[in-house]
Structure formats: C-alpha cells, structure tokens
C-alpha cells in the first residue's frame, strides 16, 4: 500500500532564503508525482508534475527533483517571499492495485515572515 | 481555459439530510476524480468517474455516491449526513490517462450541524 509522508510538518522562514520540501513515498511504482500549493480554505494549485521518467522539473522559482528509486521528492524554492506562505502537497499517482487516484502527503505549512 | 468549477461555495446541512454537489471539469476532460479534506484525515479519494463510468472507488460508506453525465460533468451526493461529513470536498479533472496531472477546484465547504 502507498504511503506518502512530508517532512516537515511546518516550517518558518525569514523572505528571501532558499527552502526545501521533502516528500518520500513507499512504493517506487508509480507514473508521476505532483506537487500542489493551497491557501487557506481554497482548492488545490498545481505547481509541478514530475512523470517517473524525469528526474526534474522547474517552473520560475520552483524546481522540483525525483528519485523514484529510493522513494524522494523534494521541492527547492528560491529566494522565498511572504506570498509563498501556504501549505505545500505532494500527491502520488500509482499503478498496480488501484490506479486513477491520487495519494497524498500530509503537507508542509510554510510561513515566510517579511 | 475556463477551469474547474465546483458548486456550490459553501453548504450548511442538518444532520439526517442529503446534500448533492457538483464539478463542471476543464472542456475535453473525461476524468472527474472527488476528494475529501479533513483536519484529522488529510486528502482521501473518494471516487473516479472516466466517460460516465466509475473507475475507482475509495474507502467510503456507500451513503457517498456519484455520477457523471455526457458532457463529463460530475456530481456527488452523500445521504443522511453525519457530523462527521463536514469537510471540503475537493473535485479534480484529468484528461484521463495515466501519465496526465489533475487540476483541482476551489472546492465546496460542507458543514452538518
């Protein structure tokens, strides 16, 4: 059964420092993982998607790598700014078993202090 | 592109009620996926429907229950509500193949009173 689990749970920077997210999962046989923002009370914003070919993906500030072999994402943000602060997911799409589903991380709650 | 769109906003239902939500997907999607959100449980899939077909379904009671329609559009509908349903119910739309991401909507916000 996949488990996917992000360390930390919460996490407070000072703006403009470079931040790193971790995401580790279970089972290595997945097709890609997916890496969401969402603000209070709001829906789900994708930031990245990492099929399991790719070792990395980076969109503006964000870069997001993965290593399926040993079961680890991570999400680097560059010089952090106070309009980051949200919670931060990552979301596994798995085969073998049932498939069409995401599984999710318990996310990171970042606070970038001005 | 017009994105997901989820509604209503936000519900308040009494307990023993019925409550029906819906999601209108991005155009060309044919895969509608529903999450539930809750402090104590995080993110947990409740059910995937693809061309009007159920593909998969998570680990809820069967008071939870779903349709899609032809124009891919989904609803779902949970039957006598209990406290414990009060949560965001989170819709997602996906092209539908396995290499394709989700894209979320802003959710609908239920509470049982």
């Known amino acids: 059964k996949q488990e996917v689990t992000q360390i930390p749970a919460a996490l407070s920077v000072p703006e403009g420092e470079n931040l790193v997210l971790n995401c580790s999962f279970t089972?290595?046989?997945?097709?890609?993982l997916q890496w969401f923002r969402q603000d209070p009370g709001k829906g789900l914003t994708s930031l990245l998607l990492?099929?399991?070919?790719?070792r990395e993906q980076t969109s503006g500030r964000l870069n997001a790598s993965l290593d399926k072999s040993s079961g680890r994402s991570t999400l680097y943000i560059a010089a952090s700014q106070p309009g980051d602060s949200a919670t931060y997911l990552c979301a596994v799409h798995s085969y073998g078993g049932a498939t069409n589903k995401l599984i999710f991380g318990t996310g990171t709650l970042l606070a970038v202090q001005p | 592109k017009a994105g997901v769109t989820q509604t209503p906003r936000y519900l308040i239902k009494t307990r023993g009620q019925q409550v029906t939500l819906s999601c209108s997907p991005i155009s060309g999607h044919r895969s509608v996926s529903w999450y539930q959100q809750t402090p104590g449980q995080g993110l947990q899939f409740l059910f995937e429907?693809?061309?009007?077909?159920?593909?998969n379904k998570g680990n809820f009671p069967g008071r939870f229950s779903g349709r899609q329609f032809s124009n891919s559009r989904s609803e779902m509908n949970v039957s006598t509500l209990e406290l414990g349903d009060s949560a965001l119910y989170l819709c997602a739309s996906s092209l539908g193949r396995e290499n394709h991401g989700y894209t979320f909507g802003s959710g609908t916000r239920l509470t049982v009173v």
């Open positions: 990492i099929q399991s070919s790719q």
């Open positions: 089972d290595s046989a997945i097709y890609n």
């Open positions: 429907y693809f061309s009007e077909t159920q593909r």
